[in-house]
Structure formats: structure tokens, C-alpha cells
């Protein structure tokens, strides 16, 4: 049951898309669909660079993490949005809510690392080919994913405790599908400066500074490619971190659109669209690149494919 007005919250109501609840069951298979799609393409990387041996590079090491980041994002929001969607709105408690955001939060801040190292990665195969294999080795590969994991879920630590030493009141409805920072904030009665202060804090080392290292390194990459003197050597160069730079401008750019860009004066709607395009579309987005444009994902694939059919 709902709260009354002025008491402490310990509870919400996610309204999830009310003005479209008469498509609820098109809007349900919709988003089963590419969720369904979303694990099978991230789960078939996975599967792929720990079957393949032609796969077992650094630079696809640090893709199977990346998959292992989307898939956990997915799961933590589409199974809830998809009970929302159907039940017209759910009550979940503040615990829950909290939990949803923690992995969420988690997961997305540590893609934002693995992006960074992946630009890294990319950086020294390209403009240091001669001295990659000396400096990129298991041991500095299996570090940097554990920093990524480990930075990303403990900055967002950091914030699930400085809401849960706020007094959240009403009114304790959420028109939206997910828990976010941003509408636990809406419903603080306390003095929200330092958590915003925090925020932004935050968002310099783990979002600003990543995309500044991303912009350097290629940078760095293109002018590296820029003094190649055969065509084919550049075209071979640029391919190996075309999925990877993808990848990044639909991350980030999603990411800046949901975060970055004001969201005052936009509309409830326009907000879930951005949400949507963040928790839904970019976890989808990320198997389809690297399928579609890595040679090496694509060989692999056939090979694996022409194993079972050869199997049977």
C-alpha cells in the first residue's frame, strides 16, 4: 500500500509507460524480442572468445567483459520492465529499488572503464605494434579488468550510501520503468547539496577523464594511421578499432544524452526515451558492431558453426 503524504518512504510504485498501456502486449513482445537477442548476441561473444583460440587477444579479452557488463545491465532492468509493462505499474520496495540501481549503475560505470582500456589496448597495437605483446601481457589484462569491475561498483557504492542516509517522502511514485539516481533524489527530504556535489564529483574521474583518455588515444591512433604508406595497411589499421570506436560514440552518446544533456524542461517521456535508448539499445548494439564489422568475430562464428553442422 502507498504511503500518506509526509512519511517516510519505504516503498515505490514504478508506473512504467501509462500512456501506452493499450499496447502493453505488442509493447511486451517488443521488448522480450530484443532482449532475447541481447543475451544471445552478448552470451555468443562470450562463448566465442573462450572457445576460439584465434580470439584469445587482449583486445577480445576485454569484449568478453564488456558483454559480461551488458548482459548484467539488461538483466537487472528489462525481466522488471517487463512485469511493469504488463501489470500497468508494480510496487517495489526502497530495498529493491536501491539494489536495481546499485547493479545498474555498477555495471554501466564499469563499461565506461572497459571502453577506456579497450581505447588503450587499441593505442598500443597500433602506434607501439613492436613493444604490444611485451606490455600487454595476461597478467596486465586480467589487472585492469579487475580495476574496472572493482572502481565501477565501488563509485557506485559510494552513492547507494549517501541515498540511503537520506529520508526519502512522498510522494512515493516513480513515473518511470527503472530506479534511477535521479528520481530517488526527487523524493529526498533532505538537503540534497552534498549528494549532488558528489555526483558531480564523481562524474569527473569515471566519465570525464575516460572520454578525454578515449579522444587522446585516437588521436593518436589517426595520426599513427595517417603515416601509413599503403592504402591496404591503412585500411587493415582503421579496421581493428572501428568496432571499438562504434561502439564508443553509441555508449557515450547515449550516455551524455541521458546524463549530461539538461533534463529540465524535457518531458517524462523524452526521459524514458533516452533511458531506453541506454539500458536497452546500447547492450543490443554492442554484439551487433563487433558481429557485423570484425572480421575475426565473423570467422570465428563460421568456424563454429561449420564444427556443429559437421558434429551432427
Same mark, same amino acid.
Given at each position: 500500500?502507498?504511503?500518506?503524504?509526509?512519511? &517516510?518512504? &519505504?516503498?515505490?510504485?514504478?508506473? %512504467?509507460?501509462? &500512456?501506452? $498501456?493499450?499496447?502493453?502486449?505488442? !509493447?511486451?513482445?517488443?521488448?522480450?524480442?530484443?532482449?532475447?537477442?541481447?543475451?544471445? %548476441?552478448?552470451?555468443?561473444?562470450? =562463448?566465442?572468445?573462450?572457445?576460439?583460440?584465434?580470439?584469445?587477444?587482449?583486445?577480445?579479452?576485454?569484449?568478453?567483459?564488456?558483454?559480461?557488463?551488458?548482459?548484467?545491465?539488461?538483466?537487472?532492468?528489462?525481466?522488471?520492465?517487463?512485469?511493469?509493462?504488463?501489470?500497468?505499474?508494480?510496487?517495489?520496495?526502497?530495498?529493491?529499488?536501491?539494489?536495481?540501481?546499485?547493479?545498474?549503475?555498477?555495471?554501466?560505470?564499469?563499461?565506461?572503464?572497459?571502453?577506456?582500456?579497450? #581505447?588503450?589496448?587499441?593505442?598500443?597495437?597500433?602506434?607501439?605494434?613492436?613493444?604490444?605483446?611485451?606490455?600487454?601481457?595476461?597478467?596486465?589484462?586480467?589487472?585492469?579488468?579487475?580495476?574496472?569491475?572493482?572502481?565501477?561498483?565501488? =563509485?557506485?557504492?559510494?552513492?547507494?550510501? !549517501?541515498?540511503?542516509?537520506?529520508?526519502?517522502?512522498?510522494? $512515493? /511514485?516513480?513515473?518511470?520503468?527503472?530506479?534511477? /539516481? &535521479?528520481?530517488?533524489?526527487?523524493?529526498?527530504?533532505?538537503?540534497?547539496? /552534498?549528494?549532488?556535489?558528489?555526483?558531480?564529483?564523481?562524474?569527473?574521474?569515471?566519465?570525464?577523464?575516460?572520454?578525454?583518455?578515449?579522444?587522446?588515444?585516437?588521436?593518436?591512433?589517426?595520426?599513427?594511421?595517417?603515416?601509413?604508406?599503403?592504402?591496404?595497411?591503412?585500411?587493415?589499421?582503421?579496421?581493428?578499432?572501428? #568496432?571499438?570506436? =562504434?561502439?564508443?560514440?553509441?555508449?557515450? %552518446?547515449?550516455?551524455?544524452?541521458?546524463?549530461?544533456?539538461?533534463?529540465? %524542461?524535457?518531458?517524462?517521456?523524452?526521459?524514458?526515451?533516452?533511458?531506453?535508448?541506454?539500458?536497452?539499445?546500447?547492450?543490443?548494439? $554492442?554484439?551487433?558492431?563487433?558481429?557485423?564489422?570484425?572480421?575475426?568475430?565473423?570467422?570465428?562464428?563460421?568456424?563454429?558453426? #561449420? /564444427?556443429?553442422?559437421?558434429?551432427?
Amino acid at each position: 500500500m502507498l504511503q500518506e503524504n509526509q512519511t &517516510t518512504v &519505504t516503498e515505490f510504485l514504478l508506473l %512504467g509507460f501509462p &500512456t501506452i $498501456n493499450n499496447f502493453k502486449i505488442l !509493447l511486451f513482445l517488443v521488448f522480450l524480442l530484443l532482449y532475447i537477442v541481447t543475451l544471445a %548476441g552478448n552470451f555468443l561473444i562470450i =562463448a566465442l572468445v573462450s572457445t576460439s583460440h584465434h580470439l584469445r587477444t587482449p583486445m577480445y579479452f576485454f569484449l568478453s567483459h564488456l558483454s559480461l557488463s551488458d548482459i548484467l545491465m539488461t538483466t537487472d532492468i528489462v525481466p522488471n520492465m517487463l512485469y511493469v509493462i504488463m501489470a500497468e505499474g508494480v510496487v517495489i520496495s526502497l530495498a529493491g529499488c536501491i539494489t536495481q540501481y546499485f547493479l545498474f549503475a555498477g555495471s554501466a560505470t564499469t563499461e565506461c572503464f572497459l571502453l577506456t582500456v579497450m #581505447s588503450y589496448d587499441r593505442y598500443l597495437a597500433i602506434c607501439h605494434p613492436l613493444r604490444y605483446s611485451a606490455i600487454m601481457d595476461l597478467k596486465l589484462c586480467c589487472q585492469m579488468v579487475f580495476w574496472s569491475w572493482f572502481l565501477g561498483f565501488m =563509485a557506485t557504492l559510494n552513492m547507494v550510501i !549517501l541515498v540511503c542516509s537520506f529520508q526519502l517522502c512522498n510522494p $512515493n /511514485i516513480i513515473d518511470h520503468f527503472l530506479c534511477d /539516481i &535521479t528520481p530517488l533524489l526527487e523524493h529526498s527530504c533532505s538537503n540534497r547539496f /552534498i549528494v549532488d556535489t558528489v555526483l558531480s564529483f564523481l562524474g569527473i574521474p569515471f566519465v570525464i577523464f575516460p572520454v578525454i583518455f578515449i579522444i587522446v588515444t585516437y588521436v593518436c591512433i589517426s595520426l599513427t594511421i595517417l603515416r601509413i604508406s599503403s592504402t591496404t595497411g591503412r585500411q587493415k589499421a582503421f579496421s581493428t578499432c572501428s #568496432s571499438h570506436l =562504434a561502439v564508443v560514440c553509441t555508449y557515450y %552518446g547515449t550516455l551524455f544524452a541521458k546524463y549530461v544533456v539538461p533534463s529540465k %524542461g524535457q518531458s517524462v517521456n523524452v526521459n524514458k526515451i533516452t533511458s531506453l535508448l541506454y539500458t536497452v539499445a546500447t547492450p543490443l548494439f $554492442n554484439p551487433i558492431i563487433y558481429t557485423l564489422r570484425n572480421k575475426e568475430i565473423q570467422t570465428a562464428l563460421r568456424k563454429c558453426i #561449420s /564444427i556443429r553442422v559437421q558434429t551432427y
